[in-house]
T-cell receptor
Framework: NAGVTQTPKFQVLKTGQSMTLQCAQD?????MYWYRQDPGMGLRLIYY???????DKGEVPNGYNVSRLNKREFSLRLESAAPSQTSVYFC?????????FGQGTRLTVV | KQEVTQIPAALSVPEGENLVLNCSFT??????LQWFRQDPGKGLTSLLLIQSSQREQTSGRLNASLDKSSGRSTLYIAASQPGDSATYLC??????????FGKGNQVVVIP
């Protein structure tokens, strides 16, 4: 039982490049989330998906897109990376009671 | 919008002292509450889950309580150890199973 798996763990992008962060969970959860964590700030919600086929904006969605490919997978795409998107990204899934987090993706945009 | 305040923001204590970490919420309509720890450069590890019918939860040296009427939770760590050094987080629900995070309690336990 792997829980929530994120790939890659580290990535360096040049400004304007695009990339997709992958997330998969094997716990059959309906809800999945993408957060970003910046120094001195709490985790902030980018997008979430309450169920397969649905996605909604969170607190800081600008510059990102998401895809809920199936119940297991929820990907986050940066179409044109900017230095302001340098951050640590966390994927999560939950039941109605308990949340589970991936180990994070450390992204640097230069 | 749910806002989470964690006090103290940072503290350093000598090994062996007890730790008391506080969390407060602007919306006290809380059903479940999880406390997490985060080590530097790592992900979030769940410590304790207080479910909707519970007021507290214990695991080893850790005890977490939740007072829904006041919108406050406390994490108590007995006899602290250097391995307890981490940032502690107590996110709260804000609808659609989303979690709102505070900035955390950053703890350093000095050997």
């Amino acid at each position: 039982n792997a829980g929530v798996t994120q790939t890659p763990k580290f990535q360096v992008l040049k400004t304007g490049q695009s990339m997709t962060l992958q997330c998969a969970q094997d716990m059959n959860h309906n809800s999945m989330y993408w957060y970003r964590q910046d120094p001195g700030m709490g985790l902030r919600l980018i997008y979430y998906s309450a169920s397969e086929g649905t996605t909604d904006k969170g607190e800081v969605p600008n510059g990102y897109n998401v895809s809920r490919l199936n119940k297991r997978e929820f990907s986050l795409r940066l179409e044109s990376a900017a230095p302001s998107q340098t951050s640590v990204y966390f994927c999560a899934s939950n039941t109605h009671t308990e949340a589970f987090f991936g180990q994070g993706t450390r992204l640097t945009v230069v | 919008k749910q806002e989470v305040t964690q006090i103290p923001a940072a503290l350093s204590v000598p090994e062996g002292e007890n730790l008391v970490l506080n969390c407060s919420f602007t919306d006290s309509a809380i059903y479940n509450l999880q406390w997490f720890r985060q080590d530097p450069g790592k992900g979030l590890t769940s410590l304790l889950l207080i479910q909707s019918s519970q007021r507290e939860q214990t695991s080893g040296r850790l005890n977490a309580s939740l007072d829904k009427s006041s919108g406050r939770s406390t994490l108590y760590i007995a006899a602290s150890q250097p391995g307890d050094s981490a940032t502690y987080l107590c996110p709260s629900e804000e609808g659609n199973n989303r979690l709102a995070f505070g900035k955390g309690n950053q703890v350093v336990v000095i050997p």
